[in-house]
Each structure stands twice: as structure tokens, then as C-alpha cells.
């Protein structure tokens, strides 16, 4: 069975310094799909960024990239250049074959001036 | 950039009364799904549509819900007789094509149910 951790309940970083956030998966699936959510205080769930798991490249988005090491099975965000409007819940998520979305229990980042 | 829509934002409904969330996918994907999460956890797959069937559901997703894509642009979750236990965030999501492993699902603000 699909199982993500993120085991940082909680995480601070100084505006402009850049922060890692981890997740580590767990599926027998060949194929599968490793995703970043973002969750701001008024709810809404934000797609950052993708990563398959046949990807040769860490994925990248603007400030956003994907630090994939397949053979430990993590799949760590990484934030460059933190801004004020980062300060949210992050949430890793796995997908396999089937249709459904697994997610971890979250991380909550602060970020500071 | 397209987005899915969800209406109302929040829904308060006394327990044992029928309640409808609704959602407008984004217009060129095929694949619709629902989510919830209860207040302080993670989110929870409830159910996969497409082609006007449900493809996949979870056993959150008992006989008190159902799903229907009721003309071409609403698809709608609705609760028979609500529980206080279903007071939870319900996200809207939908994609491209089929399967979670290569695409991302594109979530909705949510709806917030609050059952008194």
C-alpha cells in the first residue's frame, strides 16, 4: 500500500533563505507520481510540483524544486529564496494507477522577516 | 490559467439533512474526483468519475454518498443524511487523463461543511 511521511510537523525559515521540507514514500507500484501542495490559511489546495518516478532530472518550478532520491524514497521540496507569502501548509503526495491521490499528514512553514 | 470552482465556499446544515457540494471542473479535463479533510488532518480520497461512472471510491465513501455530473460543466457530491462526523473540507479536483501517477489533479478551493 501508498504510505507518505513527512515527518516536520512544523518548520521556520528566515525570508530569502531557502528551507527543505521532507517526505519519504513508500509503494510497490513501478510507476508512480510524487507531488507538492501548497495550503494557505484560507484553504485552498495549490499544485507546486511533479516528480515521475521515471524522471531522470530533479523536477523544477520557478523557486520550487524536487530533491528525488529514488533509492531512499524521499522526495524533499525545496523553497529557494523564501517570501512572507510562503507561510503555509505543505502537503507531499503520491500517486500510483489507480485514481487517487495519497497524502502526507502535512508540514506547517513559517516564514519570518 | 483555468481553475476549478466550487460553490457555496461553506455550507452549515443541521445533522440528518441532504447536502449538495457542487463544482465546476476545469473545462477540458475528463477525470473528476472528490476529497475531504477533516479540520487539523491530512486529506482523504473519497471518490474517482469519469464517463459518467464512478471509476474508484474509498470506504469513506459509503451509501450515504453519491456523485453525479448532472449536465456538462457541474459535478456534484451530495451527503443523504449528514453526520457530524462529515464536518470536513470537500475539495473538487480533475485532471487530464486517467490515473494519479503522471499528471497532477487540479484542486478546487473547497467547500467547508459544518454540521450542527
Known amino acids: 500500500a501508498q504510505k507518505i511521511t513527512q515527518t516536520q510537523p512544523g518548520m521556520f525559515v528566515q525570508e530569502k533563505e531557502a528551507v527543505t521540507l521532507d517526505c519519504t514514500y513508500d509503494?510497490?507500484?513501478?510507476?508512480?507520481?510524487l507531488f507538492w501542495y501548497k495550503q494557505p490559511s484560507s484553504g485552498e489546495m495549490i499544485f507546486l510540483i511533479y516528480?515521475?518516478?521515471?524522471?531522470?532530472q530533479n523536477a523544477t518550478e520557478g523557486r520550487y524544486s524536487l530533491n528525488f532520491q529514488k533509492a531512499r524514497k524521499s522526495a524533499n521540496l525545496v523553497i529557494s529564496a523564501s517570501q512572507l507569502g510562503d507561510s503555509a501548509m505543505y502537503f507531499c503526495a503520491n500517486g500510483g494507477p489507480t485514481d487517487k491521490l495519497i497524502f502526507g499528514t502535512g508540514t506547517r512553514l513559517q516564514v519570518f522577516p | 490559467e483555468p481553475e476549478v470552482t466550487q460553490t457555496p465556499s461553506h455550507q452549515v446544515t443541521q445533522m440528518g439533512q441532504e447536502v449538495i457540494l457542487r463544482c465546476v471542473p476545469i473545462s477540458n479535463h475528463l477525470y473528476f474526483y472528490w476529497y475531504r479533510q477533516i479540520l487539523g488532518q491530512k486529506v482523504e480520497f473519497l471518490v474517482s468519475f469519469y464517463n459518467n461512472e464512478i471509476s474508484e471510491k474509498s470506504e469513506i465513501f459509503d451509501d450515504q454518498f453519491s456523485v453525479e455530473r448532472p449536465d456538462g460543466s457541474n459535478f456534484t457530491l451530495k451527503i443523504r443524511s449528514t453526520k457530524l462526523e462529515d464536518s470536513a473540507m470537500y475539495f473538487c479536483?480533475?485532471?487530464?487523463?486517467?490515473?494519479?501517477?503522471?499528471?497532477?489533479?487540479?484542486f478546487g478551493d473547497g467547500t467547508r461543511l459544518s454540521i450542527l
Open positions: 516528480q515521475g518516478s521515471y524522471d531522470q
Open positions: 509503494t510497490s507500484d513501478p510507476s508512480y507520481g
Open positions: 479536483a480533475s485532471s487530464e487523463r486517467q490515473g494519479a501517477s503522471n499528471q497532477p489533479q487540479h
